[in-house]
T-cell receptor, first 113, second 114 residues
């Protein structure tokens, strides 16, 4: 069973601060996705990274896939209250079923105004 | 597009009762997923359908759980009999194909079994 460990589990910061959350595994993934989930809603896809070392930017969010495709990070610059939510990473098995996603338990981010 | 629709949004039932959760995927999507989310275990895949056929049900916890997809626009997840440990948020998601495409999640059904 492939596991994804996310850290920190909880993060509370002030508006305007920068932050980084991490997603780590001992397994190799063919691709990795980041989702954001707001209370009472389902997860919404933010980005998919496929190539080892890949970096993708989405406005103030920067996503990086590790060179070995075992880990990923999400960096948020100048966080805003609207960034509050549960951030989930999900990996697709390398060499396995390409529909099956393994989800981490998430980082619950609170951005205080 | 209305997105993935799930009903009910909240369900409270007593132990031993039958529970049926419903899902309408996005029109044109041919893959459907049922997930369960808890604080302890996070988001877990229960079952995956492709073109209305169950492909992978290895995540279904016990025989008390069953899922059907009678047509491309409707799926159900049934728990019979329900137990307190089944309390969780159940999500349905759909995607364009069985490949690694974006999964669109519904708003979930919060199930409480007392």
């Amino acid at each position: 069973t492939q596991l994804l460990e996310q850290s920190p589990q909880f993060l509370s910061i002030q508006e305007g601060e920068n932050l980084t959350v991490y997603c780590n595994s001992s397994s190799v993934f063919s691709s990795l996705q980041w989702y954001r989930q707001e209370p009472g809603e389902g997860p919404v896809l933010l980005v998919t990274v496929v190539t080892g070392g890949e970096v993708k930017k989405l406005k103030r969010l920067t996503f990086q896939f590790g060179d070995a495709r075992k880990d990923s990070s999400l960096h948020i610059t100048a966080a805003q209250p609207g960034d509050t939510g549960l951030y989930l990473c999900a990996g697709a098995e390398s060499g396995g079923s390409n529909y099956k996603l393994t989800f981490g338990k998430g980082t619950l981010l609170t951005v205080n105004p | 597009d209305a997105g993935v629709i799930q009903s009910p949004r909240h369900e409270v039932t007593e132990m031993g009762q039958e529970v049926t959760l419903r899902c309408k995927p996005i029109s044109g999507h041919n893959s459907l997923f049922w997930y369960r989310q808890t604080m302890m275990r996070g988001l877990e895949l229960l079952i995956y359908f492709n073109n209305n056929v169950p492909i992978d049900d290895s995540g279904m916890p016990e025989d008390r759980f069953s899922a059907k997809m009678p047509n491309a626009s409707f799926s159900t997840l049934k728990i019979q009999p329900s137990e307190p440990r089944d309390s969780a948020v159940y999500f349905c998601a759909s995607s364009l194909s069985g490949g690694f495409h974006e999964q669109y999640f519904g708003p979930g059904t919060r199930l409480t079994v007392t």
